[in-house]
């Protein structure tokens, strides 16, 4: 179990909305409750060196890797093993209760130790059932993986729109992560390739759509983040805006950077503001879906 100090920051909004409200003496209450929790939950659960209810299990289907997916309750009944991708388990140390799913199953047969983790689970506190009467806190857990290639998970999927005649008029590069929302686009297929070969964006084709394993991502440097020092050049749409910003590629991303500081403006109405907007048309004309300007 973690320490009582950890245990006490983590609960802190205990009985109340996200307002510390608990006194000490009922956080003690609370964390033998925890104590007793991973007590019954050792005993029940950790006598075998097979998967058990709680451990945390890493894997991968077509589009998503899960490093923090955990065994839940058999919710099927057929002898597989029941895995929740993203939930949390309400437990008393014997029993489980999880949501937040998906909820898949795999053979047991499929996994393999790959050492320790934690899982963070609730129980209810010292007053029993009630609004904000749960306390959260880790219990030691195996872990394990099914073995994957992750090159073959598709973390962005381009997609091709086409007019009546058959001719690519836009792509959109869309994480898989990020369901109907573009994270790049471009105005031709000759901006599509020439930005994919500059940055590194690796990708192939299935029946009409483009996959990668590579997601697509932006970030802001900003007085406190410092500016990637690994960074390629590159024209960036921000905020309206064409940014001069930084590419970094690496194994499984591609994450433009732009400068998010504050610089001031012309004032409205003067020619200097004039030429401002001016200049800010121009390059948004020639770098908004086109950012290598081909």
């Known amino acids: 179990m973690e320490s009582y100090e950890n245990f006490k920051s983590r609960n802190a909004a205990f009985g109340s909305y996200y307002i ?3 006194h000490e003496k ?3 209450k609370c964390y033998a409750i925890a104590l007793q929790v991973e007590k019954n939950y050792n005993e029940k659960f950790s006598k075998t060196d097979e998967p058990q209810i709680g451990d945390i299990v890493e894997f991968a289907d077509d589009y998503h890797v899960y490093k923090h997916a955990k065994i839940t309750e058999d919710l099927y009944g057929d002898g597989k093993l029941c895995i929740c991708e993203n939930g949390g388990s309400w437990t008393d ?4 209760s999880t949501s937040g799913g998906a909820f898949v199953r795999k053979d047991k047969s499929l996994l393999q130790y790959a050492g320790e983790d934690f899982n963070v689970v609730w129980t209810w506190g010292c007053y029993g059932v009630g609004a904000h009467q749960g306390i959260y806190f880790p ?9 994957y290639e992750p090159k073959n998970v598709k973390r962005s999927i381009i997609n091709f729109k086409k007019n009546d005649d ?5 792509i959109a590069i869309e994480n898989s992560d990020s369901c109907m929302y573009s994270v790049m686009g471009f105005n031709s297929m000759a901006a599509f ?6 940055v590194g964006y690796e990708y192939h084709m299935e029946n009409e759509r483009g996959y990668s394993h590579q997601k697509v991502l932006q970030k802001c440097w900003t007085e406190t983040v410092p500016k990637p020092e690994n960074g390629k050049p590159i024209k960036v749409l921000a905020n309206g805006r064409i940014h001069d910003g930084l590419v970094v590629t690496e194994e499984f991303s591609v994450t433009q950077w732009w400068g998010n500081i504050y610089r001031p403006h012309a004032t409205y109405g003067t020619p200097e503001y004039k030429k ?5 048309l121009m390059l948004h004309r020639k770098y ?3 950012p290598m300007g081909v």
């Open 20 to 22: 510390p409200t608990c």
């Open 26 to 28: 009922e956080m003690q």
């Open 93 to 96: 140390g014997e029993s489980f």
């Open 139 to 147: 219990l030691k857990v195996r872990k394990w993986i099914i073995p």
């Open 166 to 170: 058959g001719e690519i008029i836009s």
């Open 193 to 198: 390739k020439a930005w994919a070969e500059y």
């Open 276 to 280: 401002e907007c001016d200049e800010e």
């Open 288 to 290: 908004a879906q086109n």
